[in-house]
């Protein structure tokens, strides 16, 4: 059985982003000089997926057009298709939204979160788990840090990958084990989001409740080692991370865009350059990321920093 399609959630507005997110919708976030939905169809076309189902906001035409003119640059054939979020009311909303469109199994990506695959054998679990009745098969990785398991999800699992149980944003950890918003469903999927109850805090229902409702039901939620390194971006300090992540997976000193102006003694250490950036003279970047369009003044000595047009964000 072959997973040919997959939903990406992209109706995020990307406010704890500050003026970063203003600029940019958080899938079209430049890492490494490339938008972060360039890295999702990529890393999806490597797994067999074609049909992809992008959920956007009503205000994300541009972006729509921007993912529709990359896809036409690409060889494989893909089927596109934009699903529009009217209001900001949870990942469970917007996967019911897509319910017409689905195949019997499909994909859900995080549109927001940067992903480093293991290779890809581990898809033959996935598909002999949805063959064989389960509901969900949850990406997964090992995380030694506490605090990042805490700001995500934390998961209990079986000697056999079972989940037993899952909770979101814990004040415990159940085990260094961490979802990866990366979810392999069967459609039985949406018969547990309808029987879960929204949330006290945000008066939605939780994708993770749906999930954790499906494992607690029938046990029928699985995980899979399948991601060597994710980093969800929800604040600048993500993104920073995730850029300096890319770099370092490259295996380069530092990415310098096109049309990039450079004074002399200009010195820059593992940094990312964006395109059409001018670069004044005696300017050492260590460590930053300088987005499209931005002027770096003369005699400048900058580090661990995001640099968006002449202002440090970071």
């Not at 605090?147 to 950890?173: F, M, N």
């Not at 899979?224 to 992540?245: K, L, R």
């Not at 593992?270 to 369009?293: A, F, K, T, Y």
Request: glycine share 6%.
């Amino acid at each position: 059985m072959m997973i040919s399609q997959a939903i990406i959630l992209a109706a995020g507005n990307g406010k704890r982003l500050g003026k970063l997110g203003e600029h940019y919708p958080k899938i079209a976030l430049p890492v490494g000089n490339t938008p972060l939905y360039q890295f999702h169809i990529k890393m999806l076309l490597s797994l067999g997926v074609t049909d992809l189902i992008f959920v956007i906001s009503p205000s994300a035409a541009l972006l729509q057009q921007e993912i529709l003119d990359h896809c036409k640059t690409l060889v494989a054939p893909i089927s596109v298709r934009f699903i529009e979020q009217s209001s900001p009311k949870g990942i469970a909303h917007a996967l019911m939204q897509c319910s017409p469109y689905v195949q019997e199994h499909f994909v859900v990506l995080m549109g927001d979160t940067y992903f480093h695959l293991r290779p890809p054998q581990w898809m033959e679990h996935v598909s002999n788990k949805l063959s064989s009745d389960y509901s969900a098969v949850l990406s997964v990785r090992e995380e030694k840090n506490e605090t990042v398991i805490k700001r995500e999800c934390t998961v209990a699992v079986d000697i056999h990958g079972d989940v037993k149980e899952l909770i979101e944003k814990p004040e415990h950890i159940l085990s260094t084990t961490k979802p990866c918003g990366m979810y392999f469903f069967s459609q039985k999927i949406f018969q547990y989001i309808e029987r879960t109850p929204p949330s006290p805090l945000r008066k939605e229902v939780e994708l993770t409740d749906a999930i954790a409702l499906a494992a607690e039901r029938s046990g029928s939620v699985s995980t899979v080692f399948s991601v060597e390194h994710d980093i969800n971006i929800t604040y600048i300090q993500n993104y920073h991370e995730a850029n300096m992540y890319h770099l370092h997976a490259a295996g380069v000193p530092s990415i310098i865009g096109q049309r990039v102006s450079q004074g002399t003694r200009v010195e820059l250490i593992n940094s990312i350059i964006g395109n059409d950036v001018v670069i004044g003279n005696e300017v050492l970047l260590q460590r930053c990321i300088v987005l499209p369009g931005s002027h770096i003044s003369a005699h400048s000595s900058l580090h661990d920093t995001v640099v968006l047009y002449n202002e440090s964000v970071l």
